[in-house]
Structures are given as structure tokens and as C-alpha cells.
């Protein structure tokens, strides 16, 4: 079972869309049957509790829901409420759920990976208070790990991080979604190597790595550059230090619209209040057109005859014209809400 210190790559998104490595997490849980009544509500993750109008929708469904995830020393829900609310409304009795044997702090972890992946969506601030409580308890995880399991962006996470820092120790090296462990301060952990070199001469490059808490291969590096007389930290990692927080120093390779659009589809398509209505089934259908690769879309404009083009390229701007019109009806009524939507694209 992961705990605080150990690498979050069992929780954090694999490529997948969001499943938080949750199939072989969930394959460790053991299913069982339960009593509703005997079960304990989960600790919300929301800050307007459940919600219940999504409870209703879910009572009129009873094949393909997710058995719920209940904590097996407390019968505390992690995962669910919405479903057995649903299911004490159609006046069940039992109802199917498999048990988590973890810390508090894992099950609230699993239950954050739950949600992005087949929850009701957390609002942006209900996710950037889920960091919060990820940040404090694994603080060795890194950004991009929480962010992941969060849903946010990691310079997202790397703000609130600023924001809430305590007067702890702050660790050397924070692990990735890939179970790496990489240096919060590359420059600083060049020096610290420097330091164990000039004080340890003779150590091996194992023992030096694991005193200045980095890879044996910058610690070779390191010492390669103190033979010739370079500075131990390169260029590129001293101008970083004196960028703002969250400068790059350049651009991000863009990323790929259709693969982000297809990422975005995957994440409404496992989005039960999508899913379960025929609006939201509809939406999805026309969405997925956007879905078509550039190669598939030039052989259709390449099959229109002559005598069609001008029909079927003012056609074609009437539906750019309706989609541009619904992104902006959707645009309005993020900034009507009472959450800034400060992470979604």
C-alpha cells in the first residue's frame, strides 16, 4: 500500500486519461456485499456537500454503476456517496462495494483518483484544496504527481505549494509519476555534491549520490566538471535560479490539439451526469467528430465534386459558426459561476 513517502506512480494518471493507476489498485480491494445502513458517510470532497439532484439521476440507473470503495477497519465510504444515497433512495437494502485497507490519508488520495475518474467533477477549488491536503501529506511526491491525481496543472500545484509551505524540512528530492526521485534544487544539489566530494575524496559514487540525496549520474557528472575546472552547476541551471518562480525560460512544446482534444473527450465521456442523459450522450456523439484525424478529413473535402464546393464550404462555416456559439454559451456560464474556472483549458 502506498504511504506518504513511498512514489505516487501507483496513483498518478499513466497516459490513460486520469485512471490514477486505479485498476491495479482496485484489484488488491476485496468486494463484498454491505448493508446500506451499516455504512458510514465518506468525508466529502466537496465544500456543497453531495449533490442532490445527481442522486436522483443515479436512482434511475442500476446496471453499470461502480461498486463503492469503503474503508475496511471504519465502513467509512472513500467512494460513493452519491451512489448509495441513490441506492437507499430506490430502498435498497445491500449494496456492492469492495474494502481498502490503507491510512486515512491514502483512502483520501484514492478517493480524489476515484472522482476524476468516474465521479461527479470536483469544482477548480475543491481540487486545489484536495492538493492542499496531498501536498501536506506527501510532501514528497512532486507537481506533476498531485496535479495529476488533482486534476490541476502542476505550476498550479507548484503555487499552492509556495503558498503553504510550514516551517517543516523541506526535502531534497521529490518523486515523480514514474516513481523517480528528481532534486526540488538542481543547482543546490550540484553543490551539496561538491561539498560530499571535497569532504569525502575517496567515497564511491554510490555513497556520494546517497549523501547528497541525488543519481549516481550527476554526481559522475559533477566530478567530471570539477577535474576540468568547470563551475559544478551548468549555465542553463544558474540563469534558471535567478528566473521568476515559474519561468521556463522558454515555451512548451505544444501540445497535440487532437490528441488533447480526444484526451478532453475521454474525460467527459467517464463523466456519469454525461454519460447517463441523452443531452450529454448527444453532445459526446457530435464532440467526437472533432475527434478525426486531418488525413480523414482531407479525403472528405478531396470527395466533394466541383459543383458542391461552395454549398458544402458555407455549410461547413454554419457548423464552425454553431460550435464557436457553444463555446462561448459555455464560456458565459463558467464566468456566471460563483468558482473561478482557473484550470480548465
Not at 148 to 159: E, P, Q
Not at 160 to 188: F, I, M, Q, Y
Not at 235 to 249: I, K, V
Not at 281 to 300: E, F, K, S, V
Request: charged letters at 30%.
Amino acid at each position: 500500500m502506498v504511504g506518504p513517502g513511498n512514489a505516487p506512480q501507483d496513483w498518478a494518471s499513466r497516459g490513460g486519461g486520469g485512471r490514477c493507476g486505479l485498476d491495479e489498485e482496485l484489484a488488491r480491494c476485496r468486494p463484498v456485499r454491505v448493508a446500506v445502513d451499516e455504512l458510514l458517510p465518506a468525508e466529502s470532497l466537496r465544500t456543497d456537500g453531495e449533490d442532490a439532484g445527481y442522486v436522483r439521476t443515479l436512482a434511475d440507473v442500476e446496471d453499470g454503476v461502480p461498486a463503492i470503495v469503503v474503508d475496511s477497519a471504519t465502513k467509512r465510504v472513500i467512494d460513493g456517496m452519491h451512489r448509495l444515497r441513490a441506492a437507499a433512495l430506490r430502498g435498497q437494502k445491500f449494496i456492492d462495494a469492495v474494502l481498502f485497507d490503507g491510512s486515512r490519508e491514502d483512502a483520501f488520495v484514492l478517493a480524489v483518483c476515484l472522482n476524476r475518474a468516474h465521479g461527479l467533477p470536483l469544482s477548480p477549488e475543491d481540487r486545489r484544496k484536495a492538493a492542499v491536503r496531498i501536498i501536506g501529506s506527501h510532501p514528497t511526491w512532486s507537481d506533476r504527481a498531485i496535479a495529476d491525481i488533482a486534476g490541476l496543472s502542476s505550476k498550479t500545484v507548484g503555487s499552492l505549494r509556495r503558498n503553504t509551505a510550514g516551517t517543516g524540512a523541506v526535502p531534497h528530492s521529490r518523486v515523480g509519476v514514474d516513481g523517480k526521485a528528481r532534486p526540488v534544487d538542481p543547482a543546490e544539489s550540484r553543490r551539496r555534491v561538491r561539498k560530499v566530494l571535497n569532504d569525502l575524496p575517496q567515497a564511491s559514487l554510490r555513497e556520494v549520490a546517497r549523501r547528497a540525496g541525488v543519481s549516481t549520474g550527476t554526481v559522475r557528472d559533477v566530478r567530471k566538471r570539477l577535474a576540468s575546472g568547470q563551475d559544478p552547476v551548468p549555465d542553463r541551471q544558474r540563469n534558471a535560479e535567478h528566473r521568476p518562480n515559474g519561468d521556463t525560460g522558454g515555451l512548451r512544446a505544444a501540445a497535440d490539439p487532437l490528441q488533447l482534444h480526444a484526451t478532453h473527450l475521454e474525460n467527459l465521456k467517464r463523466d456519469p451526469s454525461m454519460r447517463f442523459s441523452e443531452a450529454g450522450r448527444n453532445l459526446l456523439r457530435l464532440l467526437a467528430i472533432g475527434t478525426l484525424p486531418t488525413a480523414q478529413w482531407q479525403r472528405y473535402v478531396d470527395s466533394v465534386p466541383m459543383h458542391c464546393l461552395v454549398t458544402a464550404a458555407t455549410a461547413a462555416r454554419r457548423c464552425s459558426e454553431v460550435w464557436t456559439s457553444i463555446a462561448l454559451h459555455l464560456n458565459e456560464r463558467i464566468r456566471d459561476s460563483d468558482t473561478v474556472m482557473a484550470d480548465v483549458p
